[in-house]
């Protein structure tokens, strides 16, 4: 069974959690902004201004300024027409699948991309498959099957358990090719990846043409809340139309979207929290392998650790507990049977020490459990 634990403090790397207190390598907060003082700030000053709640759909009376302001943001940020605000990136992808497809078109996804893609995608009733991940030629092949009918292939940019980039360059080459649309979930690219934090698309040199349905979070590396789709204007006029997610739903609160909008800034104006974390992401990996410590493939802040066995998983998140540290014990259906692991995320407020401790502590772990 899963359990749910209960935490007393900000997200950031000393958490409290159960009552003890942890260093934590387990959060999405990929930059530490979740509890930044400029974002606080924003959310009570606009708090001030809105109140707290937004009392209503977007097309009900529930749009504010701020949410018009941060959809212009985003738009501007990701190099697209224009971008549309959704509650949550789960919905997002549930209402880009389901306004976009329909009985007898087809949806290609790749085999581990996550939960929400996959939900959107059995809901739009469209002939729907999974392709080898991250394989182009598994790919092609679905791609070929699908024929002359309207096509949608769906990726993570970042694998959320895996932590690895997809091969975004020879997808949309292939996608053009065969007239599909691309439909890009950045959930972990946004913020953390290209010169401007722009994500995946952006580290690639991707353009709206090349991808031209982008769908970012703003609960991870933003340290807000929320989810947009951005692309060209008809496709989100489509969406303002049909996307049941986004028009039966209650917007969010606007101190919210007006947090997001300050952490865009914070992006924009201070790149070194990126720098820092790539930094990181460089030193945990390399003093992993000093240790022997064979993490999977992967350059992003999603650096997992693969055990197999979901006991072996359990037992070792226990003794970490034990040493004072919080990493994600992730087991099947999340990811495939004899694939559990340990999900380590680092942050840019992580220090050397910090890394340090860690790996140390799961050396120790492993050489202890059997
Ligand atoms: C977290 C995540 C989502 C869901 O976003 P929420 O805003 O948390 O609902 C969607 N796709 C991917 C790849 C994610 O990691």
Redesign the pocket.
Known sequence: MRRVRILDSAQGVQVVVDATAYRSFIS?DYLGLASHPALKKALGDAAEHYGTGSGASHLLGGHSRAHQQLEEELAAFTGRDRALLFS????A?LGVLTALLHKGDCVLQDKLN?A??LDGGLASGADFRRYLHADIGSLQKHLDRCGERKTLVAT?GVF?MDGDIAPLPAIAALCHRHDALLLV?D??GVGVLGKNGAGSCEHFGLTQGDVPVLMG?L??ALGSF??FVAGPQDMIEMLIQFARPYIYTTALPPAQAAVTSAALRLLQAESWRREQLQHNIAFFRAQAAERGLALMESNTAIQPLLVGASARVLALDARLRESGFLVGAVRPPTVAEGAARLRITLSAAHSEADMLALLDAVAAALQDTP
């Open positions: 999405n949550t990136g789960y919905m992808n996550h929400s893609l993570d959320s979930d959930a972990h979070t609960g991870k929320g989810a």
